[in-house]
């Protein structure tokens, strides 16, 4: 049973999501891989109670001495630091012989050898902010200058959740060192939503990974996690699984993966604990606002990662990220080729979004005439669902065949408002917009459609897009940003257009009749 099967509406086995349990058992090795690393194990004198199999069956693994190691690969083990002296690996200079003897015993059975060895940030997808009134008044009249709850539920026609049921909360990534303060919240919920009468004090819960801090106020020291070691903690057999020549956290420093515990700084503003692996269960659905540039990580590292949001796809788990706020670049200035990401004439998209078991939201301004913030191209493929859709609607997208990856994956999938959000920051009130905004607003409607789906004892809605492909709701106005060419006499971006675009994705919600889909899926 394929992973679409299980996310496609009209199949037999739709909604049947695995646990993590049979996730692992699904991706486990060929058990005559696992025989045969073992035979040559213990025809090269390990003894076979020493051998055994990881948790997630990702790995052959035993203890031994260096020197057996040595013998065991053919290889010269040393000690080495950093200049710094602040850390220390063991590493293998040199093969005893010219072939490598694992490639020649094992084939293709084996990627890599563990416990030898004891860029390009993410972003946040926030495109403008701007100072507002000391103490705005807000309702329904000034949605047009000040965005809050009440005004996406009226134009979306959102109902408030009214079957609750525990473990479907909503889930926010951060990262960066990004943090909320309890204050500023204290006095946004109590000015913004007085009928609610929300006591002071109601806060979200952290589930902190790897020495993060959740609030501002109780800041001493301390950094968010990225996408790794956030997979890592909501998957602990991401700690250690291997794919495409890539296992557990990267060590290339294009990958700028940190290092636990952090040797480097004493604690606390480095974390002096273990990696944190399996430590939390993901939530039904999962609201990310941050991405990177795709040309500046490995190829191999985005596969292994984009892997792993198929595996929560597979679970039931709705993975919502942002698709950025720089037009069809993933930064300002970004179209270039993939090895030159500031040179050429090829728009550089983001990650993750270019990962297909994503849903990537793009926004728009209320009257959706500029919708300017979303982009298209990956070199992640395209799957069936999306296949003809995507590459249909070009057919009536002009001017642009040359600056965009006719293979790749086009994003955004859908879209919704992401201007004038009001916020409270160091006690001042400010408006600001970007995707940041646009994707937690899909991930709550979907959410409460997953609230009405637990309530009727079916299954989340996990790996969304074929559905969402199948009701398009459509923005015909308006285009996204482009950059100059390199004549400097245009501006290269894309135009909406009817059907699915590389502007809005397929449009904006509509609750009522996503509800009513969905719900009865």
Not at 296 to 325: A, F, H, M, W
Not at 386 to 395: A, L
Request: glycine share 10%; hydrophobic share 35%.
């Amino acid at each position: 049973m394929t992973f679409l099967h299980r996310s496609t509406p009209g199949s037999a086995n739709y909604g049947k999501h695995m646990t993590s349990e049979e996730v692992i058992n699904f991706f486990a090795p060929a058990q005559s891989s696992v025989d045969a690393v073992i035979d040559w194990l213990t025809s090269s004198g390990i003894e076979r109670q020493r051998i055994s199999q990881s948790v997630n069956k990702q790995w052959i693994q035993f203890d031994a001495a260096a020197e057996e190691a040595e013998d065991l690969l053919l290889a010269d083990l040393y000690f080495w630091e950093d200049g710094a002296g602040s850390h220390r690996v063991i590493a293998c200079i040199r093969l005893r012989q010219k072939k490598n003897v694992l490639k020649r015993k094992l084939k293709k059975r084996e990627q890599k050898v563990s416990g030898l060895a004891d860029g390009p940030h993410a972003s946040n997808n926030i495109a403008y902010i701007s100072a507002a009134d000391d103490i705005p008044f807000v309702n329904s009249t000034t949605c047009s200058s000040f965005i809050i709850a009440h005004c996406v539920r009226v134009q979306y026609g959102i109902v408030n959740g009214t079957t609750a049921a525990p473990g479907n909360e909503l889930g926010i990534f951060k990262d960066l060192n990004d943090h909320y303060s309890t204050a500023d919240l204290d006095q946004f919920l109590q000015n913004a939503y007085p009928s609610l009468e929300i006591p002071a004090g109601t806060y979200s819960e952290n589930r902190l990974v790897d020495g993060a801090i959740g609030s501002w106020e109780d800041l001493v020291a301390g950094v968010g996690p990225d996408f790794g070691t956030f997979l890592d903690a909501i998957d602990g057999s991401y700690c250690s699984y291997s794919a495409f020549n890539e296992t557990g956290d990267c060590t290339d420093p294009a990958c700028f993966d940190p290092y636990y515990p952090d040797t480097n700084y004493p604690a606390p503003i480095g974390y002096q604990g273990q990696l944190q692996c399996g430590v939390y269960k993901p939530t039904n659905v999962i609201s990310i606002s941050y991405g990177a540039i795709e040309d500046l990580l490995p190829n191999n590292y985005q596969y292994r990662q984009c892997n792993e949001y198929l595996k929560l796809g597979l679970q039931g788990v709705t993975v919502v990220i942002s698709s950025g706020d720089s037009g069809v670049a993933s930064r300002v200035g970004y179209i270039g080729s993939n090895e030159e990401p500031t040179v050429g004439t090829i728009f550089t998209p983001s990650l993750p979004q270019t990962c297909p078991y994503l849903l990537t939201v793009g926004d728009y301004q209320k009257d959706a005439v500029q919708a300017y913030f979303d982009t298209i191209e990956s070199s992640l493929p395209f799957k069936s669902y999306d296949q003809i859709i995507v590459n249909g609607s070009f057919d009536n997208i002009r001017n642009v065949d040359q600056v965009y990856n006719h293979g790749g994956r086009g994003y955004p999938v859908v879209a919704a408002i992401g201007e004038n959000q009001l916020i409270v920051y160091g006690g001042d009130y400010y408006t600001i917009g970007g995707t940041s905004l646009s994707a937690p607003l899909w991930a709550s409607i979907l959410t409460l459609i997953n609230e009405k789906r637990i309530a009727s004892g079916k299954s989340t809605l996990g790996f969304i897009n074929p559905a969402l492909y199948a009701h398009p709701e459509v923005i015909t106005e308006g285009n996204n940003n482009g950059c100059s060419s390199p004549d400097e006499s245009a501006l290269w971006g894309f135009p909406a257009a009817t059907g699915w675009d590389p502007v809005t994705g397929l449009g904006s919600p509509n609750f009522t009749a996503l509800e009513l889909v969905l719900v009865n899926l």
